[in-house]
């Protein structure tokens, strides 16, 4: 585990990359925001992040936002970014801010009817498997439009961006290119109008590429790795 010093530094050395990354390519600070990938961490190195100013975190798996969540402030940003089954959506609640993995019609239903049935109004991203890549979930591009038109009828989901993950193995440059492809798809879909749906965000970028990322245009970076330290 690391010492409080070191996610403190390290925190301070990710807040400088994305500062950097920013003026390379002209964009307004305000417009990204870190999340902290806690994943696998204990309480204690999210506790540590805390302390050093961080309130966005995200976790990959219903289970552990559930233990870890009571144990932080309120006021802290909790992100879902790994893929949610849907017998997990009842165990979500309004403390989640933003589901980044609805890939799926059956999920899109679940939330919309837990939703309803709960009075919660999910916040969510689509995600997209631009690399195309069959280990990763997502669907592809060109399933996006036809999903979106689906959202207007389930009222307790709003979709407020895109999500992808670049492909297991590939080059800094391919990712690069997947990143400017979700761009570019984000920028087609804004010319349409759909209700529920708001096109602002796209969380993309991880602890190896997030950089890349946001001179592609992300506004939601994850890191992991680079805060707290490789998972033990």
């Known amino acids: 585990m690391l010492a409080k010093a070191g996610i403190e530094q390290r925190l301070m050395e990710v807040r400088q990359r994305i500062n950097q990354a920013v003026e390379r390519s002209n964009r307004d600070p305000s417009t990204i925001r870190l ?37 932080l402030p309120s006021d802290c940003d909790w992100h879902l970014v790994g893929r949610l089954q849907t017998n997990k959506v009842k165990y979500l609640d309004q403390n989640v801010a933003m589901i ?25 991203l689509v995600q997209v498997n631009v690399a195309r890549d069959p280990a990763k979930a997502g669907l592809m591009p060109e399933e996006v439009p036809d999903f979106l038109n689906s959202v207007g009828e389930c009222p307790y989901v709003k979709v407020q961006g895109l999500m992808t993950i670049g492909a297991l193995g590939a080059s800094l440059t391919e ?18 109008k759909w209700p529920g749906v708001d096109l602002q965000e796209l969380s993309m970028g991880m602890s190896q590429d997030f950089e890349l990322a946001i001179e592609e245009g992300a506004t939601l970076v994850r890191v992991g790795r680079q805060i707290f330290g490789e998972r033990e």
Do not use: C, M
């Open 35 to 71: 999340l902290a990938v806690s994943k696998t961490q204990p309480v204690s190195g999210l506790e540590e992040a805390y302390q050093a100013g961080q309130r966005a975190f995200a976790e990959n798996r219903v289970q552990e936002w559930l233990e870890k969540a009571p144990s």
């Open 100 to 124: 980044h993995s609805l890939d799926r019609f059956p999920l899109l239903e679940t939330l919309n009817n837990q939703g309803e049935r709960r009075g919660i109004i999910w916040t969510a």
């Open 175 to 192: 990712t690069q290119g997947y990143f400017r492809q979700l761009r570019e798809l984000r920028d087609t879909l804004q010319s349409q």
